[in-house]
């Protein structure tokens, strides 16, 4: 919202000191629409206060202000057709069956499906789910030394960088999401701060085998019963309380999978919690 403000003002009211001539009104008008009515007239408030308080050359050259809107024109442009590709990326990826079952995956949304389909041309040529991670650049890098025992680095960044990317983004949600992944999440941050990154990179190596096991067998991910009973019970249960299994005919919101105690598999969408406090 605030980008989208940003270049409003920029592109009607190209520098602060219009801002303060102007009235709040017209104003909020700008930011109202170029917020998809979500700005608020306190962030207006605000927004006046912060120019006042800024010193502010009044005289500014015509040149400079055509300069400044030519700029945010061309920028505003170059996101627009960003979005367009990304919507022709997301269209030619619908056509391929393995689209719709990847977003069963938690974290994996239409655009990162997209991604992924992208630089996956043939799962076959990966002959385990280890080897794909390699591919994806996920794994430890191993480090020797002398006669020194090895030890696990950093990541090894083979492969693809935007199916990486792709991945590590998509994993930031699911860490958050997924149950499996929330326990293994918490279980190699084991409290320490400095290993976020860490704990990160263990979730998505996890989430390229999943991807790999859905596309390897052509299926969708569920949640299994006998997993979730395995998890510890402060998760399992924040899980199932983070859920609905009412789901409205037509939704915005992922629909995933997870099966019962006999087996029958359910469709259900979060309600908004996280898992991880």
Do not use: W
């Not at 983004?169 to 499996?180: F, G, Q, V």
């Not at 979730?203 to 859905?214: C, D, E, G, L």
Request: charged share 25%.
């Amino acid at each position: 919202m605030i980008s989208s403000i940003y270049f409003a003002f920029n592109y009607f009211i190209t520098v602060k000191y219009r801002i303060i001539k102007s009235s709040k009104n017209e104003v909020f008008n700008v930011a109202y629409e170029a917020s998809k009515h979500r700005c608020k007239e306190a962030k207006i408030d605000d927004l006046f206060d912060l120019c006042e308080n800024t010193i502010v050359t009044l005289n500014v050259p015509q040149e400079a202000e055509l300069i400044t809107v030519e700029m945010v024109s061309s920028i505003r442009n170059l996101l627009q057709t960003r979005r367009n590709y990304k919507k022709m990326m997301v269209n030619l990826a619908s056509k391929q069956p393995a689209f719709k079952r990847l977003q069963t995956l938690i974290g994996v949304g239409e655009e990162s499906a997209a991604m992924i389909l992208g630089e996956v041309y043939d799962i076959a040529l990966s002959k385990k789910a280890e080897n794909f991670a390699s591919y994806c650049g996920l794994t430890p890098r191993n480090k020797k030394s002398g006669s020194s025992v090895d030890t696990h680095g950093k990541i090894s960044k083979m492969g693809s960088p935007i199916l990486r990317h792709a991945i590590y983004l998509a994993s930031e949600y699911a860490r958050r999401h997924n149950p499996y992944l929330a326990n293994l999440f918490a279980r190699v941050k084991n409290g320490n701060k400095k290993r976020h990154k860490l704990a990160i990179v263990a979730v998505a190596n996890k989430m390229a085998r999943y991807i790999y096991a859905i596309l390897k067998h052509d299926s969708d991910f569920v949640l299994l019963y006998e997993d979730l009973m395995k998890l510890p019970e402060d998760t399992r249960t924040t899980f199932f309380q983070s859920i609905t299994t009412d789901i409205p005919e037509k939704t915005r919101r992922c629909i995933y999978k997870y099966s019962d105690e006999n087996g029958v598999v359910h469709d259900f969408t979060f309600t908004g919690n996280d898992l991880e406090e």
